[in-house]
């Protein structure tokens, strides 16, 4: 074995004794990650918040609110009742609860828009505050989607009746139609047929004026008939006489005369009776046309009359064919309304039939996000543990160095250190060296730990995870070294790793985001090398990315580490000289 | 440095072989040019060439020369602040000098510069400081055991070595007990015991006895004197200068910044002064009697009241015994104690720096 090993050797055995047999050192090296990784899995080892203190305040408490009350207390909130808004809000500030909940005055499902939830929150708490706000707005959105639900369902039951009713209703409305169309043509034919239907009277047709001048024409034909029938009888009586007398007053024999006169007589006899008869003719020819007048004139009355109904008649009929022509003027509109409403059913139930989602739970909630974790949850612990690993390392190597430095300057044996013949380096890697052995120590252990008793699943992807883990305590054991060189006592060492640790740490994600901190300053907050390490044991112990992947991030923590290897070196030489004069003034 | 050194043992073998011829030794060292080094390096253990040392514009210690044989116990006084532990540093490299060199020489006669090569003198010394420099949290073995590791000693030498060490320094039986757990005395001697682990040829002691009651100072010395007749060369710093005188066989005295004087107690003594010490004690104890009769005459340079009576410092011892026989007499008081002796070192120190 080379000197420098034995030396190293010899050195870490010393370094390593001595830290154990100085209770605050060993409290520091051995109990101190345990006491953290044993309470933050304690801490951790859940997915809920626990006694988180709720304040409520309501002017009028009904169901809906006390459903609200109801559903925070059910679990892990403690829910406490205010008197009065302002003494709610008084007790976040007096610690007393965490936040509280103010109901709008008429908080009730009747109402549309005065159904408000107030919270009020303490943002000075800002870690607090949003895991406060998440489990309680958790729990909220939980009660009011269930209202929500219910509000929906009877909503989606009123389309289903709906679209039902219009399944249902549309063959009536289709007949409805039907016949509007039926009695609109049937009232078109009527109306066609009644256009159709003259009902021009013209009396003159009938020719009862003429009726009249053709009665009194009769009469008088008649009557000059009867005349010309007398006369005719007259003269052929005369003319009979005449025959006769002439005949008698012939020379005919007288047989002649006598068959002639017999036929004379005859004929006389016949005009007689003839004109007996025409006479009675003439006679019934005066009752008759009288009774023809009458009856004409009665006919012309009647037609006159029957005008008078005609006129009637056409008036009415004119009435209703443009009665008719309303009526289908009517008829068309309301068959045109009836194929409207048709239209506009089939769009309802087309509407109601488009609407996919029926389900009350998809319409509350159309979109259902899944947050899901790119790995299996199982406690707080899990997320943390690669930020609590880097956590540990960073402050018990940021404790750890400098306290081994200065137990190292401060020690009497200094001085025999430095009249043994072992070059400095040797000093400063034994130094390395410890802290990298003790805080992989701790490493086994706390990984150990933490996979038996909180169920972590920290060996996924180990060798990249161990990787990341030796660089990492290979950096912050250098950064602690060099805070050890630069400082000279163990009061202002440990102040100054104390203060250098809340650095990194307030400069990093674990309090708030780094992304909310102003650009420029974010750039820097992303080389902070607890940032770098902690993003790096993330990805590796939480997405199992191999190194190769990370090989940027693995780079700058390596250039990290050399950087810091060079600076402690230089510190070491600037410190060694500068304690010899310290050592001298304190001596002289 | 070295080379200076190396050319200076040249001259000084040349210089030994011109004395041995019957060369006159001043003329020789005028002539090579060596009447700067205050002595000859033969049979020297440590040589002392011109160091200073300043911290910033503050000197402290300056143009320091001497050398120390091989095998003596040189003492090294001076009041406090006159710089002994910064020469001690210097002498092991633990701090480096404005200007000068310390050269060491090693057993195998080779001449070393503490400058040059300061690793390769760090096993020629062993160091015992003025607080003990050791581990409190180790064990005295654990502590032995530490430092010898650290100066590549085997397991089997450590355990050898460090029952020799608690023997001789009267650790045996404590070796399970923590550094730290130790009274003062054995924590000094542990860290002697540590300085040692190493067979160093030079031991350097800083202030030994501070700190210790006056029978661990005497035991203390007793062990000195025991490893010192073991072999090693023992430099030892202390204010103890009535140790220094008994124990040591050269002193140097170490006054503004510099070694104002370099020899033997009765050297040192003879030549700052020549009072002698008359210590009387009487049975009544009252000393203001014999002083306002002795007054008036001059008889003693100074007086001074101790535990043992009162001391007077004289230069004519015997007219001055006579004298006190007669004052005591006529009082009618009675002489207890009487003791005649010459002045220590402590007085001669006091006379060099006043």
Not at chain 1, 379 to 394: D, E, H, K, R, T
Request: charged fraction near 20%; aromatic fraction near 8%.
């Amino acid at each position: 074995m080379s000197k420098f090993l034995k030396d190293t050797v010899t050195l870490v055995k010393k370094n390593i004794r001595l830290l154990i047999r100085a209770k605050a050192s060993s409290l520091i090296v051995i109990l101190g990650p345990l006491l953290i990784i044993f309470l933050a899995g304690i801490a951790f080892d859940n997915t809920n918040l626990y006694a988180v203190k709720i304040g409520v305040f309501s002017e009028k408490y009904n169901d809906l609110s006390n459903s609200f009350i109801e559903r925070l207390s059910e679990k892990q909130f403690k829910v406490t009742r205010f008197p009065l808004e302002d003494d709610c809000r008084s007790a976040i500030e007096r610690g007393e609860v965490h936040t509280c909940v103010v109901f709008s005055p008429e908080f009730t499902m009747a109402k549309d828009n005065s159904n408000e939830l107030s919270f009020y929150v303490d943002y000075s708490q800002i870690n607090l505050v949003w895991s406060v706000l998440n489990a309680m707005t958790e729990k909220v959105a939980e009660r009011s989607m269930e209202l929500s639900r219910n509000l929906t369902t009877v909503l989606v039951n009123a389309l289903e009746y709906s679209s039902e009713q219009v399944k249902t209703k549309r063959p009536a409305l289709v007949d409805l139609t039907t016949s509007n169309d039926l009695v609109n043509r049937r009232v078109t034919d009527v109306s066609v047929r009644l256009e159709e239907v003259s009902l021009d009277f013209d009396p003159n047709a009938f020719g009862a004026d003429n009726l009249a001048s053709q009665k009194n024409k009769v009469k008088h034909w008649v009557d000059a008939s009867i005349n010309l029938g007398s006369e005719a009888i007259s003269s052929a009586r005369s003319f009979v006489g005449n025959a006769n007398d002439v005949v008698q007053a012939s020379s005919m024999g007288v047989e002649q005369k006598n068959n002639l006169k017999t036929l004379f007589e005859d004929a006389v006899t016949e005009i007689e009776e003839l004109d007996d008869k025409f006479k009675d003719t003439n006679s019934l020819a005066g009752e008759q046309f009288k009774e023809l007048a009458k009856i004409i004139d009665s006919l012309v009355g009647k037609i006159t009359q029957t005008k008078a109904q005609m006129d009637q008649i056409d008036s009415a009929h004119t009435t209703s064919v443009a009665e008719l022509v309303e009526a289908k003027a009517s008829l068309d509109g309301s068959l045109k309304n009836l194929l409207d409403v048709q239209r506009a059913l089939n769009n309802i139930d087309n509407i109601i039939r488009s609407v996919e989602v029926k389900d009350p739970n998809a319409v509350v909630q159309p979109i259902i996000t899944h947050i899901k974790p790119v790995i299996s949850q199982q406690s707080y612990l899990n997320y943390i543990f690669p930020v609590l690993m880097v956590l540990v390392i960073m402050f018990t190597a940021l404790l750890l160095a400098p306290t081994l430095i200065l137990l190292e300057k401060n020690s009497s044996a200094y001085f025999r250190n430095f009249m043994a013949p072992v070059n400095g380096f040797t000093y400063l890697f034994s130094t390395f060296l410890t802290c990298f052995i003790l805080l992989s120590l701790q490493l086994i252990i706390i990984l150990a730990i933490a996979s038996i008793f909180f169920s972590s699943t920290i060996l996924h992807g180990f060798p990249n995870t161990l990787l990341v883990l030796l660089l990492s305590v290979a950096l912050f054991s250098l950064i602690g070294m060099l805070v050890g060189y630069v400082f000279n006592s163990e009061e202002t060492a440990m102040l100054a790793a104390i203060s250098l640790g809340s650095i990194f740490l307030f400069l990093s994600d674990v309090i708030i985001p780094i992304e909310s901190m102003p650009s420029w300053f974010m750039r820097v907050a992303e080389l902070n090398p607890f940032v770098v390490s902690s993003g790096l044991l993330r990805s590796t112990i939480l997405y199992g990315m191999s190194v190769i992947s990370l090989w940027k991030k693995i780079l700058l923590l390596l250039a990290f580490v050399v950087v810091s290897a060079v600076l402690v070196f230089l510190f070491y030489q600037i410190s060694s000289n500068s304690s010899i004069y310290k050592k001298w003034k304190r001596k002289e | 440095m070295v080379d200076e050194s190396i050319d200076f043992n040249k001259k000084k073998s040349l210089h030994q072989d011109l004395v041995d011829a019957g060369w006159p030794s001043d003329i020789v060292s005028k002539h090579l040019g060596l009447e700067k080094h205050p002595q000859s390096l033969a049979g020297s253990a440590i040589f002392v060439n011109n160091i200073s040392k300043s911290f910033g514009d503050h000197e402290v210690v300056k143009d320091v020369s001497f050398v120390v044989q091989s095998g003596e116990i040189f003492g090294l006084i001076g009041l406090s602040g006159a710089g002994k532990t910064t020469l001690l540093n210097m002498l092991v490299g633990f701090i480096e000098p404005t200007a000068g060199d310390v050269v060491v020489c090693s057993s195998a006669g080779q001449n070393i510069s503490v400058l040059k090569s300061p690793d390769l003198v760090k096993s020629v010394f062993g160091f015992s400081s003025q607080q003990p420099s050791f581990y409190s949290k180790l064990s005295v073995k654990e502590n032995l055991a530490y430092f010898g590791e650290l100066f590549g000693l085997t397991n089997q030498e450590i355990v050898e070595r460090s029952n020799e060490l608690l023997g001789l320094v009267g650790l045996s039986g404590s070796e399970n007990v923590l550094g730290g757990n130790l009274s003062g005395g054995m924590q000094k001697r542990l860290d002697i015991a540590c300085a040692l682990i190493h067979h160093p040829s030079i031991l350097l002691l800083d202030e030994p006895t501070a700190d210790l009651d006056s029978l661990l100072r005497t035991q203390m010395w007793r062990i000195i004197k025991d490893i010192n007749q073991k072999g090693t060369t023992v430099i030892v710093a202390s204010h103890f200068i009535e140790d220094i005188e008994n124990y040591c066989s050269r002193v140097a005295v170490l006054n503004n910044k510099t070694v104002s004087l370099i020899g033997s107690s009765d050297e040192i003594k003879n030549k700052y002064t020549t009072n002698y010490e008359v210590q009387l004690r009487t049975a009544s104890e009252d000393y203001a009697y014999l002083l306002s009769s002795l007054k008036k005459s001059s008889l003693f340079a100074s007086s001074k009241l101790a535990e043992g009576g009162i001391i007077f410092y004289t230069s004519t011892p015997k007219k001055l015994l006579s004298e006190l026989f007669r004052v005591v007499g006529k009082k009618g008081d009675s002489i207890v104690a009487l003791d005649l002796a010459r002045p220590s070192l402590k007085e001669a120190f006091e006379s060099l720096v006043k």
